[in-house]
Structures are given as structure tokens and as C-alpha cells.
């Protein structure tokens, strides 16, 4: 696949502006789905607490 140099996903973008994300309906929808049926999703729960704490402190750029 090819790259596309400057485009970054919503969630980076609104990190970067200080925004809140959709981590919640995303990642986090996965990680609730996942323990109301006994599946564990570590990978989700990691990007849902990574994306959560950068929100709390804010931009790693900033």
C-alpha cells in the first residue's frame, strides 16, 4: 500500500489540537464488547488507556 505522508487519523489529530477523541467509541467500545463476552482485547485496552492518558496531560508535541 502506498503511504500518504501528512495524513494523520482523527484520534492524532485531535490529540494534536487539544481535542477530546472518539477513543471511547472506538477502542473502548471493542474493550466493553470484548469483556461483556468473556474475549479478552489487550491490544485495545492498551490504545484506550495510551490515547485516555495523553488526553489527560495533553499533547505530547505541546
Not at 25 to 34: E, S
Amino acid at each position: 500500500a502506498e503511504t500518504m505522508p501528512g495524513q494523520f487519523s482523527s484520534t492524532a489529530q485531535d490529540l494534536a489540537r487539544g481535542k477530546p477523541t472518539e477513543i471511547d467509541h472506538l477502542n473502548g467500545f471493542v474493550v466493553r464488547k470484548g469483556e461483556g463476552l468473556g474475549v479478552p482485547t489487550p491490544a485495545n485496552r492498551v490504545l484506550l488507556a495510551l490515547v485516555k492518558l495523553v488526553e489527560e496531560r495533553g499533547s505530547p508535541r505541546g
